[in-house]
């Protein structure tokens, strides 16, 4: 059987898929990336392996997030893209019809505007990152209350509380004085998601047309609260795909597969065996000029892979570049 | 009397030029680096936006190599980098700086303003020198500005990575050593001719307009090298702006091509009016470039520019009309390079997949 791998490796969790030749899900892996996203996607690999029958071939790899280009030399990527491009791929192939994508992650968020399959514009939060996975992760441990079950007292709620939303910190400080004061843990819980979907729409959503159906995925898409305030805000039923979670590793293995279409070469795919490659990163401040750029280097056994984060080019390594980004 | 000035894309070369016809002693700041922008967020106001900020700290860097004297452009109308020369004097003598500040109003204000202004940093030439020594480095000025833009418009073909810039280097080189009219002509001609001798592969490129708010598309350093990176993307560009054409806003030649007239014209249906900075002139140009069938426009600010801020309110009604997509990205010392190429990755996917869309559609 044919596979293509997708690996999406964002700021809070790392996820990892592998479609069939029919690009139907065989088998996925979600697990945090805990700052260390060459450790992630390794592991990632390993157990996604487990779950796979013994007869899958991978004949392409995609990677995205905001890690992409550093697990495109990991995992040996076919294609790099984007996050925006891949979510939106994703999205058009759970839901043919969707015109509108929501899509919030650990630490971003992203809406996509979609006409006819094609994607005529997009948005993600550049100054605030209110209202995404960190803040809601952060405030179910301050209130106690697991992650998985936090939107389901949302859904309780009968009236909601008005809480600040346009600042995490003041939104913080508005909530403890809602309980200071004695409102229901389910009015503020509720009254939160209202605000963070208040937020979003004000941040990304400004003069554009938001037509049903609307797709919403990335991690905070399993929060019910957040769910209902969104179709409560916009008006619209809300497609909740089924595999919400890791919608960007889909995207990303269904462009693999789209890059390696009639390619008569292998893929880049460096096979499972890359968890047990040893890989070493260090970095160093250039010299060159006053800029003092970071170089991050990427090394197997004294061999350099990669070398990026100057602004002027002159440490990149090119054959890697070459390497993973494929036709396009 | 030493003589420093902030960067802003190629003025370094004009101003040294025309600083060495008229014998006036300066110094050129380092380039600017994120040294200079730290400097420069340190010092200036928060909420001032981005150019001012880099403008300071080109100044503390210049000043600190031992310049006594600051030259910098003055400007006309309601935006607020006409008033930034008066802002810098304050907070550089707020910090302890000694030093003359010297503003040089751009000649649309009155050619005899400008002039004086000129000669106080040259006192020993005559007003008819000076006006000589601006009449031919302004040639000059051109010549760069020209070779710019066929810049833009090449590295999009060019068969050997890098290659276009390396012309551009030797191009830019060739005119720097040109003095009179005469050497400037025949200097401009082999300068072009260094470009278009960059060896070319056919392909079918997506064309891309920029616009913006000038500072942040003439240099390079603060826009993230955006141009090469688009180039090398294999994207064909057009720029609203050059530097000549901000310096003599009523040109009757502009490097951009057309007039203003006719953009302005173009805006009319959409802002009618005036905003301040190159509100207008933004809008314009994207209307004439949705009309030439562009793919896309790229549209630059700096952080808090009410013009571009009012120029950008436009773009839903725009993009619904004339079916042009627009990336606007939003610059200063916050803005990380990370980001802005996340934003241009999808924005390419979305030009080529709307070409490919429209090819299969016909």
């Not at chain 2, 980001?339 to 390419?348: K, P, S």
């Given at each position: 059987m044919e596979g293509y791998l997708g690996v999406d490796v964002g700021s809070v969790s790392t996820n990892l898929v592998i479609m069939d030749e029919k690009d139907d899900l065989l088998a996925y892996v979600y697990r945090r990336t805990m700052g260390q996203p060459i450790v992630a996607v390794q592991e990632g690999l390993k157990e996604l392996e487990e779950k796979l029958p013994a007869s899958v071939e991978v004949r392409g790899a995609g990677t995205t997030g905001s890690a992409r280009y550093l697990s495109g030399v990991i995992a040996g990527a076919d294609i790099v893209k984007n996050e925006i491009t891949a979510h939106a791929v994703?999205?058009?192939?759970?839901?043919?019809?969707?015109?509108?994508?929501l899509e919030i992650g650990g630490q971003d968020s992203k809406l996509i505007i979609i006409r006819e399959g094609v994607v005529v514009d997009f948005a993600m939060n550049t100054v605030c990152a209110a209202g995404t996975g960190s803040f809601l992760d952060h405030q179910a441990a301050r209130l106690g209350i697991p992650i998985e079950e936090f939107g389901s007292y949302a859904l309780k709620s009968k009236s909601a509380a008005q809480i600040a939303g346009r600042c995490t910190v003041?939104?913080?400080?508005?909530?403890?004085?809602?309980?200071?004061?004695g409102y229901r843990l389910e009015d503020i819980i509720y009254g939160l998601c209202q605000a963070l979907v208040r937020n979003?729409?004000?941040?990304?959503?400004?003069?554009?047309?938001?037509?049903?159906p609307v797709v919403f995925q990335g991690g905070v898409a399993a929060?019910?609260?957040?769910?209902?305030?969104?179709?409560?805000?916009?008006?619209?039923?809300?497609v909740v795909p089924e595999y919400y979670h890791v919608m960007g590793a889909i995207g990303a293995a269904l462009l693999a597969k789209e890059a390696v279409e009639g390619r008569t070469a292998p893929s880049n795919f460096k096979g499972f065996s890359a968890a047990e490659i040893k890989y070493e990163t260090s970095s160093f401040h250039c010299k060159g000029c006053s800029n003092n750029c970071e170089i991050v280097k990427i090394e197997v056994g004294g061999r350099v892979l990669a070398r990026w984060g100057g602004r002027c080019g002159k440490w990149e390594v090119e054959q890697v570049e070459e390497a993973v980004a494929g036709p396009i | 009397m030493k003589v420093t000035f902030p960067h802003m894309?190629?003025?370094?070369?004009?101003?040294?030029?025309l600083f060495t016809r008229l014998e006036i002693d300066f110094l050129v700041p380092p380039k600017t680096s994120t040294k200079t922008i730290s400097l420069g967020a340190r010092y200036a106001p928060e909420f001032a936006c981005f150019p001012l900020k880099v403008n300071i700290g080109n100044l503390i860097e210049g000043l600190d190599l031992g310049a006594d004297t600051v030259a910098m452009v003055g400007g006309l109308g309601p935006c607020r980098f006409g008033f930034y020369a008066e802002v810098q004097n304050r907070v550089l003598r707020d910090i302890g700086y000694d030093f003359e500040m010297i503003v040089l109003e751009p000649p649309a204000i009155?050619?005899?303003?400008?002039?004086?202004?000129?000669?106080?940093?040259?006192?020993?030439?005559?007003?008819?020198?000076?006006?000589?020594?601006?009449?031919?480095?302004?040639?000059?000025?051109?010549?760069?500005?020209e070779v710019e833009k066929r810049v833009l418009q090449t590295r999009a073909f060019e068969r050997k990575k890098g290659d276009t810039t390396r012309a551009h280097r030797r191009a830019l080189k060739v005119l720097s050593e040109a003095v009179t009219a005469e050497e400037i002509r025949s200097a401009r001609e082999e300068a072009l001719a260094i470009i278009d001798s960059v060896e070319r592969r056919e392909q079918d490129s997506l064309r891309v307009g920029?616009?913006?708010?000038?500072?942040?598309?003439?240099?390079?350093?603060?826009?993230?090298?955006i141009e090469e990176y688009l180039g090398n993307e294999g994207i064909y560009l057009e720029r609203s702006v050059y530097l000549t054409d901000w310096l003599n806003p009523g040109g009757k030649k502009p490097v951009f091509g057309t007039t203003r007239e006719k953009i302005h014209h173009a805006a009319e249906p959409y802002l009618a009016h005036f905003v301040g900075g190159e509100g207008q002139d933004t809008i314009g140009h994207i209307v004439e470039w949705a009309r030439e069938g562009f793919d896309g426009i790229i549209h630059f600010l700096p952080f808090t520019c009410m013009p571009e801020i009012i120029a950008k309110s436009i773009f839903p009604k725009i993009d619904r009309e004339l079916d042009i997509p627009i990336l606007s990205l939003v610059i200063d010392e916050q803005t990380g390079r990370a980001?802005?190429?996340?934003?241009?990755?999808?924005?390419?996917d979305l030009m080529r997949n709307k070409r490919k869309k429209r090819l299969v559609a016909s």
């Open positions: 994703a999205a058009s192939h759970v839901v043919p019809d969707a015109q509108t994508v003041f939104a913080e400080s508005d909530m403890i004085h809602k309980q200071q004061i979003y729409l004000n941040n990304l959503a400004k003069g554009k047309e938001i037509l049903s929060n019910l609260g957040i769910r209902r305030a969104f179709g409560e805000a916009l008006e619209s039923e809300i | 894309g190629t003025i370094d070369s004009l101003l040294s030029d009155g050619m005899k303003i400008f002039l004086e202004r000129c000669r106080r940093l040259a006192p020993k030439k005559s007003l008819w020198q000076i006006f000589q020594a601006v009449r031919i480095g302004w040639k000059k000025a051109v010549a760069v500005d920029i616009v913006g708010e000038f500072y942040i598309l003439l240099e390079p350093f603060v826009n993230f090298g980001g802005v190429i996340t934003r241009l990755e999808a924005f390419i």
